[in-house]
T-cell receptor
Framework: DAKTTQPTSMDCAEGRAANLPCNHS???????VYWYRQIHSQGPQYIIH???NNETNEMASLIITEDRKSSTLILPHATLRDTAVYYC?????????FGAGTQVVVTP | GAVVSQHPSRVICKSGTSVKIECRSL??????MFWYRQFPKQSLMLMAT?????????EQGVEKDKFLINHASLTLSTLTVTSAHPEDSSFYIC???????????????FGPGTRLTVL
């Protein structure tokens, strides 16, 4: 599965949109982009996934570039409860392998 | 999303004893379950993949005789840490793949984790 690169940490103001970037330049044609988050001392929570089209659900939006080499997870109105480590993972039918992720801290 | 439970949520044991952790998919069937381990301030590390009715596949460096995995039904997998030692103290998280998801894309759901402390 392709590797991903994410910033180590990000701060975001409560009520503002949080844009989380992810680079996956070696992604192959049949690999999906998945986003999970982990709040401290809990199991990871599924957020969203996509192949090449932009996706939106009740939690977030996923914007994938046309060449699929990068993507952005958007939390439209960040709340304090969105403070977590966010993981961008690329895979096809394989296992979910977690990288270091981005520590997002939402501040009042 | 679907619910995955783990039991116990927290366990403290003495060095040399064995500990069993249960993972259940509550509202869906899972032919495949995964076990992860997470040390403080680190990311999740995949330990093994468990398929219902067959032997688990372990990641490189994970001792299969120490971490016994049983996946006897479509809703239950267990991880037994045998002869636990303080270095086995960690956060153990299971995950289940939803068999019902179609189109070659599936969601994978995680349990809340089990905090193991070996004294």
């Amino acid at each position: 599965d392709a590797k991903t690169t994410q910033p180590t940490s990000m701060d975001c103001a409560e009520g503002r949109a949080a844009n989380l970037p992810c680079n996956h330049s070696t992604i192959s044609g049949n690999e999906y982009v998945y986003w999970y988050r982990q709040i401290h001392s809990q199991g990871p929570q599924y957020i969203i996934h996509g192949l090449k089209n932009n996706e939106t659900n009740e939690m977030a939006s996923l914007i994938i570039t046309e060449d699929r080499k990068s993507s952005t997870l958007i939390l439209p109105h960040a709340t304090l409860r969105d403070t977590a480590v966010y993981y961008c993972i690329v895979r096809d039918w394989g296992k979910l392998q977690f990288g270091a992720g981005t520590q997002v801290v939402v501040t009042p | 999303g679907a619910v995955v439970s783990q039991h116990p949520s927290r366990v403290i044991c003495k060095s040399g004893t064995s500990v069993k952790i249960e993972c259940r998919s509550l509202d869906f069937q899972a032919t495949t379950m995964f076990w992860y381990r997470q040390f403080p301030k680190q990311s999740l590390m995949l330990m093994a993949t468990s398929n219902e009715g067959s032997k688990a596949t372990y990641e490189q460096g994970v001792e299969k005789d120490k971490f016994l995995i049983n996946h006897a039904s479509l809703t239950l997998s267990t991880l037994t840490v045998t002869s636990a030692h303080p270095e086995d103290s960690s956060f153990y998280i299971c995950s289940a793949r939803d068999i019902g998801t179609s189109g070659g894309v599936y969601e994978q759901f995680f349990g809340p984790g089990t905090r193991l402390t070996v004294l």
